[in-house]
């Protein structure tokens, strides 16, 4: 039973970290808004198999790069999802 209170937490914790640290999708008005700067663009393989998993994908990569946001600019469904997002700091 401790075990699996352990597992839930360590599940729970890693989530939050996650979301905390995820880079966040934005609006082209947003990014006008908030006077962005782009840094680069990324782009998804053709494993994701919904746009939210494409949308997850995004983010950790504009993570990856240094990004805190991102802006999907073009997305492609053909059985699977791909996406390609602008990077923003």
Do not use: C
Not at 4 to 32: N, Q
Not at 66 to 82: D, N, Q
């Amino acid at each position: 039973m401790k075990v699996m209170k352990w597992v839930v937490a360590s599940m729970v914790m890693g989530a939050v970290s996650f979301s905390a640290f995820a880079a966040k999708e934005v609006t082209k008005e947003e990014v006008k808004k908030m006077n962005l700067q782009k840094i680069g663009t990324v782009n998804t393989t053709a494993e994701t198999t919904s746009p939210m998993d494409a949308k997850r994908e995004l983010s950790k990569q504009a993570d990856e790069k240094g990004g805190k946001y991102f802006l999907v600019i073009a997305g492609r469904e053909h059985g699977k999802f791909s996406a390609t997002a602008e990077v923003y700091k």
